[in-house]
């Protein structure tokens, strides 16, 4: 499933996955967004991986801000951005 | 650590013989590190190409930026920069590229999108000269009233700022779209429904040689911050061939984000 989400005034976020049993499985977030340090990128991938296909917006941006180390600074990209491109992943008949 | 400004440095240049595209994407890695630890001044690096390629950003999905196929069919190397950002399409002599090495001193305090700003404000003036007014337009890109000119990506490691250019010159729209999957959702905001139309010809603005637009840049490069004419020192470029070799031409790196 794939997702993607331009950010007002940021950069696009894209996420493909699949569902597993209910789950989010092979989660990959990618982009042409800005990130430091870079392998940040792995701990987001893993912060959404197993997340209830249910879970809201609010739910899987606070997960994604649980698992980011302090000092990770983001240009053009958020943990509610991201959320918002998973949900379009899961759900493609309700992004506008 | 305090901000430095531009003229508390020594700036070198290095503007060398046409280099291949994983070798560029190694001299970023390596020449940001020397900056980093103090072996080197900083540095201005103009590229020239060696061969097409097709740039991704550190961030960006192999598969979802590039049509595999029709790179190969062109000859396109697909390589994977150190840094964020979008996906280019680079043949030699159709765009304008080059990076600034610097210590994180010089963007002391900044925020991502000042740091950006200040990087290319002698961008901005050297292109005022040649008679295109062009402005910084956040996140990354330097545009014109003509469309969109350059697109810029920083990025930091040890204690030094990698904030690399490239502009169009004079892109190949119809090839780069049947190479870059450019995605509709990223046009959202741009105002425009043709891709083509997003990237602005430098040439069709100046009138001006590719080689000739360069000689301007360094030189207001030269006058607004200092600039002496330096080289790669023979280490650098073995480490820069190796991690090339080894990293760089990889489908582990490049495919890192598949």
Redesign the interface.
């Known amino acids: 499933m794939h997702g993607?989400?331009?950010m007002?005034?940021?950069?696009?976020i894209?996420v493909?996955l699949e569902l597993v049993d209910g789950h989010l499985a092979q989660v990959?977030?990618?982009?042409?967004?800005?990130?430091?340090?870079?392998h940040a990128?792995h701990a987001i991938d893993a912060a959404l991986e197993g997340q209830s296909a249910d879970a809201d917006e609010h739910v899987l941006a606070s997960a994604v801000r649980a698992r980011l180390a302090p000092g990770v600074?983001m240009?053009?990209i958020s943990p509610e951005a991201i959320a918002v491109a998973v949900r379009r992943a899961i759900d493609p008949d309700t992004a506008p | 650590m305090t901000r430095t400004l531009w003229r508390d440095h020594a700036w070198q240049l290095i503007h060398t013989e046409p280099q291949p595209p994983a070798l560029h994407m190694a001299l970023d890695e390596v020449l940001t590190h020397e900056v980093g630890a103090g072996h080197r001044p900083p540095t201005l690096r103009v590229w020239e190409w060696g061969g097409p390629a097709v740039v991704i950003g550190r961030f960006q999905s192999l598969r979802n930026e590039v049509d595999a196929d029709a790179a190969q069919r062109h000859g396109i190397e697909v390589v994977r920069r150190v840094s964020g950002g979008g996906a280019m399409f680079i043949e030699p002599g159709n765009t304008i590229t080059w990076s600034i090495y610097a210590p994180l001193s010089l963007i002391k305090g900044m925020s991502f999108q000042e740091a950006y700003a200040w990087m290319d404000a002698w961008t901005l003036e050297a292109l005022a000269e040649l008679g295109i007014e062009a402005w910084y337009q956040p996140l990354n890109d330097i545009t014109s009233a003509g469309g969109k000119i350059a697109g810029a990506a920083q990025a930091h490691r040890g204690g030094a700022v990698l904030h690399h250019v490239t502009m169009a010159y004079d892109i190949d729209a119809t090839k780069m779209l049947e190479v870059l999957r450019i995605g509709r959702e990223k046009l959202s905001d741009k105002g425009t429904q043709s891709a083509a139309k997003r990237v602005d010809p430098l040439r069709s603005q100046t009138g001006l040689a590719r080689a000739a637009i360069i000689e301007h840049m360094i030189a207001t490069f030269r006058h607004r911050h200092g600039l002496a004419d330096g080289a790669l020192r023979a280490d650098e470029l073995t480490q820069a061939k190796v991690l090339a070799r080894e990293k760089f031409t990889s489908h582990v790196w490049t495919a890192d984000v598949p």
């Not at chain 1, 007002?8 to 696009?12: E, Y």
């Not at chain 1, 982009?31 to 340090?37: H, K, T």
């Open positions: 993607e989400y331009k007002p005034g940021g950069k696009l894209v493909d990959r977030v990618s982009g042409d967004f800005f990130l430091e340090p870079d990128l600074m240009y053009g």
